[in-house]
């Protein structure tokens, strides 16, 4: 395959799984590999009681539980491999351990795979529970690459968009959305590109570009962040879009709160597929 290289996070779960599904149809050319990142002691406690019962010692227990944690991983990957043939996909696994962090994991393996695209899934969760820190929220906030979120579940109407359906780019003339721009350029070239503005008032207009759609932002009480997100997320859903694709300047996860970025906001709110792409202040 000659198409963009994607690094899908996968462990197992049905987020995981659909996440694979939604990548298929969007990149149907990708070269794939099914990334799994494990921590130590991966076996579960009954299976370590058992090796517990069959060992001579603590060095040779601990060995064990090594070895079984290994093999489960492995098999985790192999099973994430064939779920993506079915779409297409011939996708390698990778396999690595972690003691922590595996997220920042998952983004180092991009780097060292060079990946075009990270790719996880998310439980698509709100309120307290969505800013506890997340794999994929941590995949985001430490990705130097874009990053595709797919929420679990998707409605059917988002499902059917998938193969064919435009990506609805937020505009805003920042460094952060044309770097978005020249992503989709390159990781979804054959996708048609629906521009959206929300004007709030509080900035200038940006510099336009072809076929911009201006919105305004949501109404009721909502911080500015999460308005805009909600207001692309509705012109999302207006254009049938299968993507909403948004850039970032990957601050801090603890900045990211605080700041309510629009990037942030649609991740826990469009419920759809979001594509946000870095942009890394050079100053």
């Not at 779960?13 to 939604?22: K, Q």
């Not at 795979?113 to 800013?131: F, M, Q, Y």
């Not at 605080?258 to 979001?274: D, K």
């Amino acid at each position: 395959m000659n198409g963009p290289g994607i690094l899908l996070g996968y462990e197992g779960s049905v987020p995981a799984g659909a996440a694979i599904e939604v990548a298929a149809r969007l990149l149907p050319g990708a070269h794939a590999r099914v990334a799994y990142v494990w921590t130590p002691p991966f076996a579960s406690e009954a299976l370590r009681r058992r090796l517990w019962h069959r060992t001579a010692g603590v060095d040779e227990f601990v060995a064990a539980v090594e070895r079984e944690g290994e093999s489960e991983a492995r098999r985790i990957a192999a099973m994430g491999v064939a779920f993506a043939a079915p779409y297409g996909w011939r996708a390698e696994p990778v396999v690595r351990r972690t003691y922590g962090g595996e997220g920042v994991q998952l983004c180092e393996v991009a780097e060292e795979l060079g990946a075009d695209l990270i790719v996880v899934g998310s439980r698509g969760l709100t309120g307290a529970r969505a800013v506890l820190g997340s794999v994929s929220d941590m995949v985001v906030h430490f990705a130097t690459r874009p990053v595709l979120v797919v929420p679990h579940p998707l409605l059917e109407a988002q499902r059917a968009v998938l193969d064919a359906g435009p990506v609805l780019l937020g505009w805003d003339g920042s460094a952060g959305a044309r770097a978005a721009q020249e992503s989709l350029a390159r990781l979804l070239p054959r996708r048609a590109v629906v521009p959206v503005r929300v004007e709030d008032g509080d900035e200038p207009s940006p510099q336009t570009i072809p076929g911009l759609v201006k919105v305004p932002p949501a109404g009721g009480h909502l911080e500015r962040g999460r308005a805009v997100a909600a207001a692309l997320t509705g012109q999302a859903g207006a254009v049938h879009a299968a993507v909403l694709a948004v850039g970032s300047r990957g601050r801090s996860a603890v900045r990211e709160i605080v700041l309510g970025s629009v990037a942030m906001a649609a991740l826990h709110h469009a419920y759809r597929p979001v594509l946000v792409v870095p942009h890394h202040d050079t100053e």
